[in-house]
């Protein structure tokens, strides 16, 4: 089995996708267990067949199988210390999503619908799966044409998801998702074509050599400018950020955190194809980009602010989080490009909990509006001690990830700053400075929300089902876990990038 593990990761998700869609007439929401047994178990296997080799800085674990040979194409994936860490942090993220999921897509297609439909609980885990497998297939890919094939994959069924289950216009919201980030994937396209054809023999594939090749071209500023757009539009930075925080915030809150994947994933291909595969190339982009960066964490973060409904607060809040890691890779730090991929990893545990417990207020209130709120840390304690532990993972207070992964990153940030221009350093106090926002955009929430009187027609309210509040806490563990002993993921992280970054990290 182990000769076939990363190969299990991807299919076994879209077997039990197509599983979950034939039970789900039958066993109605439960089939939620089902997706989330296919996810624990590739998760358990990279554990047990990748780890030990991994954390001890073994070789990689790589597999090919023939595709289309004749066209020098080959279907691979690999496993080292910067693709699985991601693997393993995006694979827990979905299958605790997967059990949320059950009682959260009860109320919502009952609300649709106005009764239980059993089989549209095997069309949401459906398109759910393939999205998972879709994202561990771009976390794993060898060559650009196959990842952009895993991109297209997650495309389509987040699409479906939106606008069968999605909530204002949501057929309208699934065509804005779809037309930018199908604009976003055109884009990336035209730099893997210019990429095929800078290498000689022509390829796909991201080898050492063919990366030296396509960052010796004449060309090379076009692939990596047009990747990087691409990629920028997909992450929702500033001027490119329409799309984003309605479609974060009309899905079923129960997808929300998956988005938050997709468009944060974003921050490791970059890391991948261009900080570490042409950093000569990709350097010279350096200071707009974290100029952008900058500008995109403080419009996040102040429009948050400016949100009452809690959806959108997180909505707006992803676009300023997704920025953090575009700085620390636009830093040109070796240590700021690990502790982006690391942050990216760190956000998407906060982001879970936060836009869970804003379904959780959703469906045990029927509310969205903050202004609407208060007083329910007396009816939903648990519910209530999970919103201030995402807070204390997305703000970086000790001893969450979010502390750990953050405080790396701006160290490379800052160390890059002080031997470069004036311009770097001052880049990097304004994102620091930024981050002050998260701060203020998570913990107000948590007073309007949860304290203070109890607000008029929510004395019933009750705590929500364990379906829905232990996943969250098994996050929340985690999150403590690598915050108290960070070398779970930096150790990954930073071994690569000491292994394949020009001089590593000092």
């Not at 069924?157 to 037309?179: A, C, L």
């Not at 009452?308 to 953090?324: C, E, G, R």
């Amino acid at each position: 089995m182990s000769q076939y593990l990363l190969l299990l990761s991807v299919v076994v998700p879209i077997v039990a996708a197509a599983a979950c869609y034939l039970a789900a007439p039958w066993v109605g929401k439960w089939v939620g267990w089902l997706a989330f047994a296919a996810l624990f178990v590739t998760t358990a296997l990279l554990v047990a067949f990748g780890w030990s080799q991994l954390y001890s800085g073994g070789p990689a674990i790589s597999e090919y199988y023939a595709w289309a040979p004749s066209a020098g194409l080959t279907f691979g994936f690999l496993a080292d210390g910067l693709s699985y860490p991601v693997a393993i942090l995006v694979n827990l993220v979905l299958a605790a999503t997967a059990v949320y999921s059950m009682p959260y897509m009860q109320t919502r297609i009952k609300g649709l619908y106005g009764e239980d439909r059993p089989a549209r609980y095997g069309i949401y885990y459906l398109n759910f799966l393939l999205v998972s497998a879709g994202l561990m297939g771009i976390a794993l890919s060898t060559n650009l044409i196959e990842l952009y094939l895993f991109l297209e994959l997650v495309l389509v069924p987040t699409f479906v998801i939106i606008s069968m289950f999605g909530y204002v216009q949501k057929e309208r919201v699934g065509i804005i998702y779809i037309m930018w980030n199908q604009l976003g994937a055109f884009i990336f396209l035209a730099g893997i074509a210019i990429f095929y054809s800078s290498t000689t023999p022509n390829t796909f594939d991201l080898t050492a050599t063919s990366l030296a090749q396509a960052a010796a071209s004449p060309l090379a500023y076009w692939i990596v400018g047009l990747i990087l757009v691409g990629w920028l539009v997909k992450m929702a930075v500033f001027g490119v950020h329409m799309w984003l925080p309605i479609t974060e915030a009309e899905p079923p809150t129960s997808f929300a955190p998956t988005m938050a994947v997709v468009s944060g994933i974003g921050a490791y291909v970059i890391a991948r194809v261009l900080f570490f595969g042409m950093p000569s190339v990709f350097n010279a982009f350096s200071l707009p980009l974290m100029a952008w960066a900058v500008l995109t964490m403080f419009y996040g973060g102040i429009v948050a602010m400016a949100q009452n409904d809690v959806k959108y607060i997180f909505a707006w809040s992803t676009m300023s989080q997704t920025a953090y890691s575009v700085l620390g890779l636009a830093s040109t730090s070796a240590l700021g490009a690990a502790g982006a991929v690391f942050f990216f990893g760190s956000q998407v545990l906060g982001k879970f909990i936060m836009f869970a417990v804003a379904g959780i207020l959703l469906s045990q209130t029927g509310l969205r509006d903050t202004k609407k709120m208060g007083g329910l840390a007396g009816k939903m304690p648990f519910t209530a001690a999970l919103f201030i532990l995402g807070a204390l993972i997305l703000s970086a207070v000790p001893p969450t990830s979010g502390f750990q992964a953050e405080w790396i990153m701006f160290a490379g940030i800052f160390s890059q700053g002080a031997q470069g221009s004036t311009a770097f350093m001052a880049l990097a106090i304004l994102g620091l400075i930024a981050t002050l926002f998260t701060v203020a955009y998570t913990f107000w929430p948590v007073k309007r929300i949860f304290f203070g009187p109890l607000a008029s027609g929510l004395e019933e309210v009750k705590e929500a089902p364990l379906t829905m509040t232990l996943p969250l806490l098994g996050l929340v563990v985690g999150s403590i876990l690598i915050g108290i002993y960070p070398d779970l993921v930096s150790k990954f992280l930073i071994g690569f990038a000491n292994t394949v970054a020009p001089g590593g990290i000092p």
